[in-house]
């Protein structure tokens, strides 16, 4: 039996596609959780990992995946993702390479990510570690993408692509606030008002998007997201990284590093662990 455990609070407000991932998960768990639906508007950092936690002792589930309401599997890796659950059934995660996309059209493999947590070997597992607080922890310990086995079907997350500025302004300044009720400092999240905190946020995509080196055409995405995709207007982050997209071209040196992430990463992972 394969859970998965989402979390979102006012997903309309905030333009999240949870129609659209809930359908996916839908086709793909045995059994999908939300959690997380009377989050308070102003919180403490720390309540990210706790709302996590309470979804992951929910699941029912031999394998419990950690899912983002703007994550999404490709339904044509949903067979392939359940035979490598089953071929690793003694770890106590699986990783996965996560695909972020600013807009329809390019993307980067960012990270990877343990996001399918061993439930039914490993209840212990907690969701309190990294520098986000929220992160997959056994025993006290981190559990590193390079420790565990690491697939090469991909989460594919849409981050606030569907969203105009004005809720990116507002929803940045709320999180900017949670950060430094926690860490006691703005730092990288620019500050409590909105306008600076979405400043400091459009500077980091900057930083980040000549890094999308790698091309993707609507249909190729997962089936579930398409359309919404198709549907995007100027208004939203995702019709053209509001002008990134065109100011900021990848050079040809991040395009080589790009690929060489894609096609060696995973396989490195793996030799390392046999």
């Not at 972020?100 to 493999?109: D, E, I, K, P």
């Not at 050079?251 to 793996?270: Q, R």
Request: aromatic share 16%.
């Amino acid at each position: 039996m394969i859970s998965i455990f989402t979390t979102f609070t006012n997903p309309e407000s905030r333009n999240d596609p949870w129609k659209e991932a809930m359908n996916c998960y839908e086709d793909f768990a045995d059994e999908v959780i939300v959690s997380g639906k009377d989050w308070p508007y102003e919180f403490t950092w720390d309540y990210i990992g706790k709302t996590f936690q309470n979804g992951f002792n929910q699941a029912n589930g031999d394998w419990a995946l950690r899912m983002d309401i703007d994550y999404f599997f490709h339904e044509n890796d949903f067979d392939k993702i359940k035979m490598s659950l089953q071929k690793f059934e003694d770890y106590p995660a699986v990783s996965f390479p996560q695909y972020q996309f600013f807009n329809s059209t390019r993307y980067q493999l960012k990270t990877r990510l343990c996001i399918a947590l061993n439930k039914k070997k490993f209840p212990n597992i907690k969701l309190n570690g990294g520098g986000d607080l929220c992160l997959a922890t056994l025993d006290g310990k981190l559990i590193k993408p390079q420790d565990v086995p690491s697939l090469n079907y991909p989460i594919y997350q849409y981050d606030s692509i569907f969203r105009t500025r004005e809720i990116i302004e507002e929803d940045r300044a709320r999180f900017a606030r949670a950060w430094f009720r926690q860490f006691n400092t703005y730092e990288p999240r620019g500050g409590p008002e909105n306008k600076e905190a979405y400043e400091a946020w459009y500077q980091d995509v900057k930083k980040k998007i000549k890094y999308h080196t790698h091309k993707i055409k609507i249909s190729d995405h997962p089936k579930y997201i398409s359309e919404k995709l198709s549907l995007l207007s100027i208004d939203q982050f995702g019709y053209n990284s509001f002008g990134l997209t065109d100011e900021v071209k990848p050079s040809f040196l991040n395009i080589l590093k790009g690929k060489k992430e894609m096609y060696l990463g995973s396989y490195l992972i793996n030799k390392k662990l046999h």
